[in-house]
């Protein structure tokens, strides 16, 4: 009787509460089976989970882009209030540090590589996936106009729109041409995994079409010509690559072409990987020079043929250099979807994305945009100086006191970054050496009074130290991070708000401004040395800062099986040699 009593009481609250999931209860009774069923309203999550409808419509989230700043910000988000639409004509994440390994079969490209599906399903976050392009953002009516990668969509449609509410644009940038004639049609770029492929492919092509008979020997050095333009980290560590695959692996293949072979580097700088320390720039040209490796400083790409590429000299003479293959890597620029965008928002003079210290683009409250297709507008000092005076100058005497202006430094370096940073520079131990404190003849510290023309002086270089962000996979992945913590806390901090005094307002921001934290740089030199540049201006180079490039770049994949196969690939090279086959 007590089971049935049980069942009694639990139809009594199926039939009070309507509003509960479908639920099948199964009960052994005596050797018998009884099934309870309810009807009700319940909804599946993308990840399979079976949720209760509670009328509450969770918050659209539309993610453009899966590159270093997408995935990261998908992989940090776990406020389940949200739902997220990841719109991207890239259906994976890409490693793309190692995409200069792929290019001369050090990796696989499988390996650097993990379908963006994996990633969103382990989330406990609704989220999807669309393959497409986004060709324009309608910021008035929250939509973005996408463009299907598979044809016609099920509407017979290949165009479609998607609302959202909040919209994150993190959809990178494209290789700059700077519009120079015959870049686009003659040269191989390295943004993507596809452009590694390709540039495998035509290094192993150019070796077989040397090996043809009946080929002068001025047409096989130009077939087994490489140039490479662009000395930053992707140029130089491609170069390095290209010189270790034929002089450790395709020499033994194609005996011939060993001294017919030739590497030359265009830099239009006077020096390579000028964003290192000197002491890295000068040992890696130096080594580049005992390899072999061509470098030519000052020399400015013109324009590139089907056979010769033209430079000119910063002394104005131009000289023609026929190649086999070009690798362009001079930078990154603008994609068409973006320009658009910052047309409409009144940015169309403007090279990337503004956005204020809180990665929102400047005039758009529902809009965020991080990694290489945004740059952060960081307000300046003397645009606040003013409003500074006044918050600092609690009791309103018209003068600022030390002890004011320590009470409100912690929030003027967090909303100002360029503070702390100027006193670093200047090798000052805090505020009371910015504002030039007197000491009275015994020794002891004299209370100062500031007024506001004398406050303006104080801080007047301090916004000196305004410095834009490298755009590197380091920024944009702690870009993610920092959004993605930002949504999740975004309710909590409406209310209890942990961000800096607004100086122009009344009240505090919602959160803290993103800061970047530089974690250290690499630059592989070929022949297993490395040049590491870590923070507090440590500098290795060597092969101990290759081992460390191993577990660097090994812990960072976005997966155990990126890690596994990354690692086998360096294992299988180093017994086996690198694979010289053209796929």
């Known amino acids: 009787m007590r089971n049935f009593s049980f069942f009694e009481r639990f139809s009594k609250a199926f039939q009070d509460h309507p509003s509960l999931s479908r639920i099948i209860v199964v009960s052994t009774i005596s050797g018998g089976g009884l099934i309870a069923y309810s009807e009700a309203n319940a909804t599946y999550g993308t990840n399979g989970v079976a949720t209760v409808e509670t009328g509450i419509r969770k918050k659209k989230v539309v993610l453009l882009g899966t590159g270093w700043a997408g995935t990261s910000f998908l992989k940090n988000l776990n406020n389940s209030s949200y739902e997220v639409q990841i719109i991207s004509p890239r259906n994976y994440f890409a490693f793309t540090p190692l995409l ?35 060709f324009k953002i309608d910021p008035a009516s929250k939509k973005v106009h996408c463009r299907s990668k598979q044809g016609l969509t099920s509407n017979g449609k290949k165009e479609f729109s998607v609302d959202y509410d909040y919209l994150v644009i993190a959809t990178g940038a494209q290789s700059n041409t700077f519009n120079i004639p015959g870049v686009e049609e003659n040269c191989h770029f390295l943004k993507e995994v596809e452009d590694a492929q390709g540039i495998r492919k035509t290094v192993i092509d150019s070796f077989e079409k040397a090996s043809l008979p009946e080929l002068s020997d001025e047409e096989r050095k130009r077939i087994l010509h490489f140039v490479v333009v662009g000395g930053g980290p992707t140029g130089v560590e491609f170069a390095a690559e290209l010189h270790d695959f034929v002089n450790e692996d ?160 912690d929030d003027i370096c967090v909303r100002y970054p360029q503070v702390e940073l100027y006193l670093k520079s200047k090798r000052m131990s805090g505020i009371a050496d910015l504002l030039k404190e007197a000491e009275t003849d015994d020794g002891s510290k004299k209370n100062m009074e500031l007024k506001i023309e004398e406050f303006k002086s104080a801080l007047s270089q301090v916004d000196s130290q305004v410095k834009f962000l490298p755009a590197t996979a380091q920024v944009a992945a702690q870009q993610g991070t920092y959004l993605a913590k930002c949504f999740d806390r975004m309710e909590e901090c409406e209310k209890n708000p942990e961000g800096p005094i607004r100086m122009r307002g009344e009240g505090r921001h919602r959160f803290r401004p993103f800061r970047y934290r530089h974690l250290g740089s690499f630059a592989p030199l070929g022949g297993e040395q490395t040049a590491a540049e870590l923070p507090g201006d440590w500098v290795s180079i060597g092969h101990s800062s290759q081992w460390l490039w191993y577990s660097v770049y090994a812990s960072k994949q976005v997966s155990w099986r990126t890690r596994v196969l990354v690692v086998s690939d360096w ?10 086959s053209s796929i």
């Open 100 to 134: 200069p390994s792929v290019t001369c079969g050090t990796v696989e490209a499988r390996s650097v590589v993990e379908p963006i599906r994996n990633i969103g399903r382990k989330k406990n976050v609704d989220t999807s996936y669309l393959e497409a392009e986004c």
């Open 571 to 580: 294992m299988r090279r180093f017994i086996f040699g690198r694979d010289s």
């Open 250 to 409: 395709l020499v033994k293949l194609y005996p011939r072409a060993k001294d017919l072979v030739h590497i030359t580097l265009l830099e239009a700088a006077d020096h390579i990987l000028t964003m290192f320390d000197k002491r890295i720039t000068e040992f890696a040209e130096a080594k580049f020079t005992r390899d072999g490796i061509d470098v030519k400083l000052g020399s400015m790409v013109t324009k590139v043929n089907e056979k010769d590429i033209s430079a000119k000299t910063k002394g104005g003479e131009v000289s023609s250099i026929p190649y086999g293959m070009i690798v362009w890597s001079t930078g990154i620029g603008t994609r068409p979807v973006i320009k658009d965008f910052m047309k409409q928002i009144g940015q169309g003079n403007r090279r990337a994305l503004a956005t204020d210290e809180w990665l929102r683009v400047e005039g758009c409250d529902n809009i965020y945009a991080l990694g290489d297709c945004a740059t952060i507008n960081q307000r300046k000092v003397m645009e606040d100086v003013s409003a500074i005076f006044s918050k600092a100058d609690k009791d309103k005497s018209g003068t600022l006191t030390l002890k004011e202006f320590q009470e409100a430094m």
